[in-house]
């Protein structure tokens, strides 16, 4: 249907500048700074930072770690904790979306009907001897890469037909990804054995739900499916009304083969996912969303080659944000497979008079089934529309024509005078119709990695004689918001900064206090590298200067104002210019 | 060690404050009404608004559902985000613990170290023909039960017996469950057919992670083991300093055997959980608690038979919260099957003067043992300070003592003259200990759902002919802060309505607008019904009324003032009562 396929095109190009407007609030403070380094590089400072201060931890790293699982520290958790009520608050609560929380343990019937029992699969290659498992279009794809690297005893047609390899890489079906292979005699990377036949392995990790072993469950690939099968209670909770759209957050599941790109790529992640059910058919709520409009001119180039939103890192562009067309798929196939149907409906301000079928035929059923019973039901169910308008066509010109009878296994003759076939005008009330799904789906580590990289940078210290290492993260996103400092050690100061904390606490933003002697520049230096956009120096009994981490300016304070004025500028409601114009300028 | 027991049970009444403290907070609005029906009538009652009203779904219903699975709806999130946020702040926030953020897919090494693998079983019986299974207490629970009900034929001294069962039910053996079992003749409920023996069915998820089938993982049975196994780390973050507490929340697994108490006993839940690491033998941080022992006379009685937080029900006083003095158990266990330390150190002011053990005997060594290489770092390992000690004993009074050397597989006797043997006095400058763990463990699905039940309670209509549901939530949890109604359909009252929305988006406040032509009335029953505690009636251009839920009571409040006046209420910061004073009473 050409109308539904150009409605969910606009649908999504609506999707996607809400979604490029949630990127460009979060990274309004953010620029990408790989200037005089080359990626490897770049990430390599980046990832160093991040595990020495903990923004993640290798998962259980005293058992020497699990490929593809890592833990959030202390400062991560803060993060993700802040992005996650930013989404809410963008998403859920901005746009009234209806919240769900669905368990991650998922019963096979669920995941058969989806299609991910059968097709949740990557094609995998085993070393025959040492039993070790790789993803096949990564061995073709690394071992295009090498040969391509050793470039000049290349000939140019042999360095086409790679790079051809390399572009037709996702599209390979598994007999041609096997011929490959072959071809070029590709062997395990690690041990150099014979190699498998690639075969489809299913990335869904396996379990059984309760104790008789009798029914496997799998842990989601995806929330999603918990959001389809729960559509017809969201609609009644909607007011059985269309459009609507339901969110959820929370852990989903990949048993990846074998994960690379570091806390790109992982086993276990959270996912925040959205669906928008809308009819197909209908354009008014365009208006609902209108809205969040202002930058329709620039985004309407993105949806014809963008339906994700990606964003650039050391490891080049990647995916954050899918959004995805899913029309009537899933809502279709859990409505065969359960039974209950997941359906809308368009109440008609005025009844519509509709041509049905399959035709009502009272003559024809009495006088030729009349000796069996329920005859004209059967009958009108072996016959479709397509068949009754044969046979009024075959009655037309020929004056009589042939029917099996199922119920009597018995072709009969029936006569033109006998039948009055017709297509049926029916009075209906409402429309009947299977929503459209549009699915925005929000990897939040992939994200809170990406912000990771695009806040990172050094600059040298006092000294000049070493590098110290910054992340300039947006006040509402930074882990701990500010620190408080005493200048010495000394009683009068830490009571002051107790006083403060106590104030900080109460409007509930996140600090640290730092009473070691340590220079005041190495506390700095310390905080800087969590990111935290404040510092707090208490130098008097009556007022304390604040310091902004970027720019590394000083302002002077009020000991009795200061924990609202930092509360004021990570809420966003003043910025640090702001702050500039009201209060004196420290200098130190 | 007499002290650090003592010393754990302190921690614990003070951690038992605090966890009151915080129910304390949750419920100052909460009252428990059940007075004039039965319990079962009562929480039948409350189910079924709770599942009408979709704060929780039976997970995938349409498919028939899970038993022991559920779904948070939409209103259910909402006030899940709220406890959680509150939990946050009270601990997390006010005592800066360390958050982490710990996968569910845990490799079996850690649950085996951690003792789950063995010892995380519950007993299961079979019922030998159909295959189902039970839990073997429960059977013998139910069948006590039910002969104590049938009553008078019952003789004095059989009822004594099943009561005694009946206590003493959770301490069996499983021998002594079996026996009990056949005595009793108990039969599957369902078949009456025979019944297995009862045997361990260990209640982990199981799985395989990755491709090769070779590494077995499980689901965690709790998050704790997360926060033990990164012990190294959050020492080292939090500036290798004792005391510290981490924190986690997530979803925890339980393949229970046969789940019942709805939404009680679940195989998927959200859990709170904190581990405190102390020092067994420093009290100093006693006082960093303190601030909160202003409950601290009541609360010393619940600490004699309350380790765990309980919340009366209508289930009965239900385990909401358990506070565990885990001493060293888990960080002993995967020191031990990780080889990695996990130890923390205290830095003596001072060097101390210590008598260390085994004794050295340079001489000894010498004269005996030359031949023998690394001899007497041998002798010294295989003789402990008891040993050297009884040698030491047996050389002033017999003049010799017979060795055996295992090197030399030799008995060699050892003269008076050729040993000194004294306790050696070395200079220490750091003490090593293992940490001890006192854990607060939240099961946040549990708190929900008391609060759902000390929340709820009947009224009758205006016209007396029905009952009303009405949920009492506490501002601050409830899933909706408040409600906007246009009096009636007019284009004007929708605008003002609107502009309110706007309003109130701007502020956070989460909302629910209704401009069907549905009679007011009907309009605050459906909202009551959801715990929204205020609405905003539109009956003109310039001035709102605000109704208070509980009360009915009604204040007329200008336009532009409503939204900021339901945020203040909502954050705490005012009352009802203040605004009842401050704002003219609208009586309708």
Known sequence: METGKLRAVKIIIIIINVVFNFFFLLCLYLD????????????????NTLERRLFYIPSFKIYGGVT???????????????????????????ENMLEVDCPCVTPEIVLKASGHVDKFTDLMVKDEKAGTCYRADHLLKDFCKDELEKGPNLSAEKAAELRHVLNVLDNLSMEELSAKIKEYGITAPDTKNTLSDPYPFNLMFQTSIGPSGSSPGYLRPETAQGIFVNFKDLYYYNGNKLPFAAAQIGQAFRNEIS???????????TLAEIEHFVDPEDKAHLSRLRFRQHLANEMAHYAADCWDAEIESSYGWIECVGIADRSAYDLHAHADKSGVPLVAYEKFPEPREIEVSPPS??????????PVKRSWVLLSKAMGEKEAMEMKTTLEAMGEAELHVCTLDKVVTIKNNMVAISKEKKKEHQRVFTPSVIEPSFGIGRIIYCLYEHSFYTRPSKDGDEQLNVFRFPPLLAPIKCTVFPLVQNQQYEEVAKQISKSLTAF?????????GASIGKRYARTDELGVPFAITVDSTSSVTVRERDSKQQIRVNVDEVASLVKSVTDGVSTWPDLLRTYPIHSS
Chains 1, 2 share one sequence.
């Not at 994960?259 to 992640?269: D, K, S």
């Not at 035929?361 to 009349?370: E, G, M, N, R, S």
């Not at 509930?508 to 070691?516: A, L």
């Open 68 to 94: 593809g699982l890592y833990d959030y520290g202390p400062p991560g958790c803060a993060v993700k904790a802040n992005i996650l009520a930013f989404w809410r608050k963008h998403f859920v609560l901005e």
């Open 32 to 47: 990408f700074t790989q200037e005089s380094q080359t990626r490897e590089a770049f990430r390599q400072a980046v990832v």
């Open 508 to 516: 509930g933003i996140s600090y640290k206090i730092d009473i070691t």
């Open 361 to 370: 035929i009272p003559q024809f059923t009495k006088l030729v089934i009349a």
């Open 259 to 269: 994960p690379r790109q570091g806390l790109l790529r992982v086993r276990e992640f």
